[in-house]
């Protein structure tokens, strides 16, 4: 797998945002219409956090995703990645903070933001009563795409993530690896910027995710963004170029893959920054023989 | 073991109790209201000792047997049996099987309906006052009634749900028992049509119920008082062979739930049907309103509206003819336009998480409304006129037809726009997409009966206009209030719909990730 290659700044046919919007306004929220990622960060996170009850879920992160990185989002269970993840693509309000998208305020212009992301949440269900087909053609409808442009990327979907046998049956009879490859299909349905991708592997057979792989890679060198979270820490090395620790709700550490190993395995480094690991054999009882 | 149960079942209703305040509240007012109600069954269960033992002993069963019914049929409608010992959440424990529907059966009790269903049972006694055989007879059989509503309940929940089965099967199956029970009362009525007056069929009907599982644990003090032993011995025997019978479907079906989880046959299909998608036009109204539409038939949830709706128009056509007046027929269309319209006040609650890709996209919330409205009208409207042209054919009064159209219409547009507004500002406990459509979570019952009848009354405030109208028209049989109330219903309930769509769009707009936030918990 290559490494830290540098992105290019030429936008490839997919993921080329603003082309197909009907809403001409979209532009002049960008600060810098049509210019592709170099400019500025692709997700800026200043400040954010959010509280459930007495609990801080998120306690103020600051993060900037690199415009063309392949960003991991790695963090111990209830560390607030969803939490983060769902502020930053407008699923849920923030009590504090703010949050940039190619340099759109998520939070001021909703409709805009949204137009430049595709998300894949973990832990929703779809409208799972659709046929797969029918449910990608809903979404890249909602996003206000024309009835041509969505057959044609439906077709193209459905053949790139390897589902066009079962795009004529409801996405309540599929396999969880195949539920996560047609959500993974709605959120590129129209050709997004930034790509946020809330645990995108998870029961996805070795097959499928070496596939999505290579497909979230293809995504980046032509320009677009991609932020997954994962538990895999093998995985977030080998695939992203920059990784961001994250803590009780904060980022404990930040950078290319590269800077935040220092030399070691990302899990040594990863538990070393978290703790919480025990050298234990377990209870008596426990042990069988 | 039973024991743990037992103690695991009190410790998850203290903690509903600690989780949410209001749940404790309705929990409380729950106890009150059965409290109440079996304060007033020992009051006429000692007066009904007054009386003689076969009028003790025909109320009795026809009480008894109601409340075996009403246990079978309560789970598959709302609230009922507590299901937090559901076996599918008990399957990776070592527990007997034997111990497991011990365990469930007296759990069950315990919860306020259990607990109200046995004092009630053992405070019928209190009817044998003057027969002392009968009060030590009537305790045993009030535990044996007790027992068969519990064991009941929990077979049927168990073949209802079947974990077993197939998707397709356990979504239907709650529609499939609804259906004869609906009818239950003409069914009733016409096999004891021909038995004379109500005053001799109840007796008539009692005695044919105690010799069903029904009623035979509920006969047997009767028949105990009255000294015909063994007519009683006989009926105790077929109480017991009833609870043996049930425990033992029970189990069997326990058995296969246990070690079959749900699965799914799901089929390969071609792609390159889109269905509804190619109805409407190809924008984010469009193709909510396709979406929706599908969801009112692949949705069991949604498809048991409509099962209702000729439901309704049976039961009112049938009592119309029982009492031969044509007045519930003529009401019949304003009711279905009204729960119709009405329906899409729990759509956003329906969608649950998958919300999450409206909010995602960034569809505006006018148009997320508008779909919504466009899929239940699409059909709704033909409907309503429909059917609204049929009730006036059958009351042979073509002379009403304006201003019928005008009530059934105007109730429809203007629910239209209420539910609009409600679905975007209230999240509801709902059936989660794939359980049974007619399992409600704790607690649901009445906040959403509340909000339906928030929204019943205010389509009926909003709505007076035609109402008037149609009124006027039919007691002064003029023609021109009616083609009046059917002008004033187009053009009013045509406002309130835009109105409903552009206040629920803007309230989406402004509160959609707090609605999410609620969908998530």
């Known amino acids: ?289 | 073991m039973v024991a743990i149960l037992v103690r695991l079942r009190l410790l998850v209703l203290w903690n509903t109790l600690k989780r949410s305040p209001w749940q404790a509240v309705w929990i409380v007012l729950g106890t009150l209201y059965a409290l109440g109600l079996i304060g007033l069954a020992l009051v006429g269960l000692v007066v009904l000792g007054f009386t003689s033992p076969e009028v003790a002993r025909t109320a009795l069963i026809l009480a008894g047997s109601a409340l075996i019914l009403g246990w079978i049929v309560v789970p598959l409608l709302t609230v009922g049996v507590d299901q937090t010992l559901e076996p599918a959440k008990l399957v990776t424990f070592p527990i007997p099987l034997r111990t497991l529907i011990l365990g469930l059966t007296v759990s069950g009790i315990i919860g306020i309906p259990g607990a109200a269903t046995l004092l009630a049972a053992l405070g019928s006694a209190a009817a044998w006052w003057r027969h002392p055989a009968a009060v030590l007879a009537s305790i045993v059989c009030a535990v044996l009634g007790v027992i068969t509503c519990i064991v009941a309940s929990r077979t049927v929940t168990t073949l209802g749900t079947g974990l077993g089965a197939g998707r397709r099967y356990r979504e239907i199956s709650g529609i499939i028992v609804m259906i004869p029970l609906m009818l239950l009362g003409p069914i009733i009525v016409s096999v004891t049509a021909g038995l004379g007056d109500i005053a001799s069929v109840l007796p008539r009907l009692a005695d044919a119920l105690s010799w069903t599982p029904l009623g035979a644990a509920w006969a047997v003090p009767g028949d105990i008082a009255v000294g015909n032993w063994l007519v009683a011995t006989a009926k105790l025997l077929i109480a017991l062979a009833t609870i043996a019978v049930l425990v033992l479907i029970w189990a069997s079906s326990l058995r296969a739930a246990l070690v079959s989880p749900p699965s799914d046959s799901s089929r390969a299909r071609r792609s390159g049907k889109l269905g509804f998608f190619t109805l409407y036009p190809a924008s984010p109204t469009g193709a909510v309103a396709a979406r929706a539409l599908t969801y009112w038939i692949r949705d069991p949830r949604y498809a048991r509206q409509l099962i209702v709706i000729p439901l309704v128009v049976v039961l009112m056509i049938f009592y119309s003819n029982l009492n031969n007046s044509s007045g519930l027929v003529s009401i019949a269309p304003a009711l279905i336009a009204l729960v119709l319209s009405i329906s899409i006040y729990t759509d956003v609650s329906y969608d649950g998480t998958a919300f999450a890709m409206h909010l995602a996209s960034g569809v505006s919330g006018v148009a997320d409304r508008a779909g919504r409205v466009l899929a239940i009208a699409t059909f709704a409207v033909p409907l309503i006129v429909l059917v609204t042209v049929a009730s006036v054919w059958v009351s042979e009064a073509w002379r009403m037809l304006p201003a019928m159209l005008g009530l059934s219409l105007g109730v429809l547009l203007t629910g239209f726009g209420v539910a609009s507004v409600t679905s975007a500002t209230v999240v509801f406990p709902v059936p989660q997409a794939g359980d049974n459509p007619f399992k409600s979570p704790p607690g649901a019952a009445v906040p959403s009966l509340l909000a339906s009848f928030g929204s019943w009354v205010v389509i009926g405030i909003l709505a007076l206009p035609e109402l008037t109208l149609t009124i006027v028209s039919a007691v002064t049989g003029q023609m021109l209030y009616g083609w009046l109330s059917l002008a004033t219903a187009v053009v009013l309930g045509t406002l309130f719909l835009v109105l409903g769509v552009r206040i629920g769009g803007r309230t989406l707009d402004r509160r959609g990730p707090e609605l999410l936030a609620r969908l998530r918990s």
Not at chain 1, 83 to 108: F, K, N, Q, Y
Not at chain 1, 154 to 165: K, P, Q
Request: hydrophobic share 40%; charged share 20%; proline share 6%.
């Open chain 1, 1 to 289: 797998m290559s490494m830290g290659d540098t992105p290019s700044n030429s936008h490839a046919p997919e993921p080329s945002p603003g082309t197909t919007h009907p809403a001409a306004d979209v532009q002049h929220a960008l600060p810098e219409p049509g210019t592709g990622g170099q400019a500025g960060p692709a997700l800026s996170l200043r400040g954010l956090a959010k509280s459930f009850g007495a609990k801080a879920a998120v306690a103020g992160i600051d993060l900037d995703v690199p415009a063309g990185s392949f960003y991991g989002l790695v963090g111990p269970n209830g560390a607030g990645k969803t939490t983060t993840l769902s502020m930053a693509t407008g699923l849920l309000r923030p009590d504090a903070g703010e949050v940039r998208i190619h340099g759109v305020d998520v939070w001021e212009h909703l409709v805009e933001a949204k137009r430049l992301v595709g998300v894949l949440s973990d832990g929703v269900k779809l409208f799972d009563r659709l046929t797969g087909e029918q449910l990608v053609t809903y979404a890249g409808l909602l996003c206000g795409l024309d009835r041509p442009t969505v057959d044609e990327r439906v077709r193209d979907l459905l053949a790139l993530l390897d589902l066009e046998g079962a795009g004529g049956t409801l996405v309540v009879d599929y396999s969880a690896g195949m539920t996560k490859k047609i959500a993974l299909a709605c959120a590129l349905v129209h050709a997004p910027r930034l790509l946020v991708l809330d645990e995108p592997f998870e029961s996805v057979d070795p097959v499928s995710a070496a596939n999505i792989r290579d497909i979230l890679a293809g995504y980046v060198r032509s320009g677009g963004t991609v932020i997954v979270s994962s538990h895999s820490m093998d995985l977030v090395q080998r695939m992203c170029d920059h990784v961001a620790v994250i803590a009780n709700g904060r980022v404990v550490a930040a950078g290319t893959v590269d800077e935040v190993r220092a030399g070691s395995t990302l899990e040594d480094r990863f538990v070393e920054l978290v703790g919480g690991r025990r050298h234990a054999e377990g209870p008596e009882w426990l042990r069988s023989s």
